[in-house]
């Protein structure tokens, strides 16, 4: 570049996290130029037209011609200058080469806040959507964030029109979707013993949590992000409840039940092997108040690998069908649990074609200067 002031500047506009999807901005004077250097059609050489407001797929590609990523291409001028968005794959090496090469093509890479202040932030909407979608962790909500830049300002803007009992569900998954950008928090309870950090690290996707067959391994909750049929969650393993002389492990269990309380769900483990032990008792839905009120439950029973058909078969009959039979070690009825967490938690009411809030402004009585 020359010694001229830029006029051009680029910024990722969304949190790093693998596997989502990213949105990384340009815009000024030289906007369309410099992403034309760097883009090319999936299937070839060329480099596609930037047609406004027409999404297109393209390769964004280096000085070599080898592909960095395949991306989304929207196009979107402003009254003042040029802007163009590439939607790559969020992982944060990605990013960051796409930001290198977009430097390197003549655009100045500035602080995404900086950006926002002076490129995107023309209406208060606008500015509400970006700071959200700078706090997205996952692909899933990225996409369904912008899914609703296009529906909720002209569902909001025809919101005398709506009926009660469809105000009524907007209300309900708005609040919902407040809570899931501020962070949904999951928690696993249980006896020790009962499989919670093995179910932990099958949750996670790896292995974070250490496994042991001695009770009172987890001596503290642990906390860590997961990611269940999309949506971001926050995962707490517990210490194993139960009676104990330790004093160390009996602060753990009491802090363990402490974060617990905070949780929007609760999955209680049981060991499928130890048939005789008193059943839910210190961790029932009764036991588990929060400010008076029960945190949602979903009751598992695990190590079903362990029992032959004719113990499963009677295990299930004595339980009876409102708890889940899983292995945590074979993965068997895992699939169950993501779908059980998704419909308890009420995610299933968040989809791309209807039209939802994520912001307290976006909720009743509404500004009327926003």
């Known amino acids: 570049m020359n010694d001229a002031a830029p006029t051009t500047f680029a910024a990722a506009l969304t949190a790093p996290a693998p596997g989502a999807i990213a949105v990384v901005a340009i815009a000024g004077a030289e906007a369309n130029a410099v992403v034309r250097r760097v883009i090319k059609q999936p299937k070839s050489d060329v480099v596609p037209p930037l047609e406004t407001n027409r999404p297109r797929l393209v390769r964004v590609c280096d000085s070599a011609g080898q592909t960095l990523d395949d991306a989304m291409l929207v196009v979107s001028p402003r009254s003042k200058f040029e802007y163009v968005e590439l939607q790559p794959h969020g992982g944060v090496r990605v990013v960051e080469r796409v930001l290198e090469l977009l430097a390197a093509n003549g ?26 979608l700078l706090h997205s962790t996952s692909r899933r909500l990225t996409q369904w964030l912008l899914a609703q830049s296009n529906l909720l300002p002209n569902y909001l803007a025809r919101w005398n029109e709506q009926s009660p009992t469809e105000r009524a569900r907007y209300i309900e998954r708005t609040q919902l979707a407040i809570r899931l950008l501020g962070g949904l928090r999951l928690a696993l309870v249980g006896p020790p013993n009962a499989g919670k950090s093995t179910l932990a690290n099958r949750l996670i996707g790896h292995e974070r949590v250490i496994t042991s067959d001695t009770a009172g391994t987890t001596r503290d909750w642990i906390d860590e992000t997961i990611s269940i049929d999309g949506w971001p969650l926050t995962l707490i ?7 104990t002389d330790d004093a160390l492990e009996a602060t753990a269990i009491e802090r363990g039940r402490a974060q617990a309380l905070t949780a929007d769900l609760i999955v209680t483990l049981k060991d499928a092997t ?7 008792s210190e961790t029932s839905a009764a036991a588990l108040l929060h400010n008076g009120k029960a945190v949602p439950t979903i009751r598992v029973i695990n190590k079903v690998d362990r029992l032959s058909q004719e113990e499963l078969d009677l295990l299930q009959k004595m339980m009876g069908g409102d708890t889940l039979f899983i292995s945590a070690t074979t993965g068997v009825g895992i699939a169950e649990l993501h779908q059980a967490i998704i419909n308890k938690l009420g995610l299933t009411n968040l989809r791309d074609d209807e039209a939802t809030g994520f912001n307290l402004a976006h909720l009743p009585p509404f500004d009327p200067t926003t």
Do not use: K, M, W
């Open 107 to 132: 655009a100045t890479v500035i602080d995404p806040h900086e950006f926002a202040a002076n490129f995107i932030t023309t209406t208060t909407f606008e500015s509400q959507l970006n700071q959200a």
């Open 237 to 243: 393993d517990t210490a194993g409840v139960r009676q």
């Open 274 to 280: 130890v048939v005789g032990a008193a059943d839910y």
